[in-house]
């Protein structure tokens, strides 16, 4: 059963750059496709990005062409670089491990990370 903390979020202005990390512990991540999601005030979790372990990728529309994830499985860690933020990039993120299903659903994923605050003033 993998553990999974996440770190990195805080204040920034528009237009500026953020890096988030998530440490696992207790598992490998050769075993999981790793995503990360995020939710805003009175919203639901929606899905942000994801990294298979095979190695594709693929993200929201929303953050596409901004937002990088990456993973570095000797370290089992997971990252997502967020360039170019917007007041609507402010949510909680979170970081979440799945080994199989629907990797755009929150539903489908067994473990979770307690979420990092970002805060993007415009």
């Known amino acids: 059963q993998v553990q999974l903390v996440e770190s990195g979020g805080g204040l920034v202005q528009a237009g500026d750059s953020l890096r988030l990390s998530c440490a696992a512990s207790?598992?490998?991540?050769?075993?999981?496709?790793m995503a990360w999601f995020r939710q805003a005030p009175g919203k639901e979790r929606v899905f942000v990005a994801i990294k298979w372990n095979g190695g594709s990728e693929s993200y929201s529309d929303s953050v596409k062409g901004r937002f990088t994830i990456s993973r570095d499985n000797a370290k089992n860690m997971v990252y997502l670089q967020m360039n170019r933020l917007e007041a609507e990039d402010t949510a909680v993120y979170y970081c979440?491990?799945?080994?199989?299903?629907?990797?755009?659903?929150?539903?489908?994923?067994?473990?979770w990370g307690q979420g990092t605050q970002v805060t993007v003033s415009s």
């Open positions: 979440a491990a799945q080994i199989s299903g629907n990797p755009w659903v929150a539903a489908e994923y067994s473990y």
């Open positions: 207790g598992g490998s991540l050769n075993d999981y496709s």
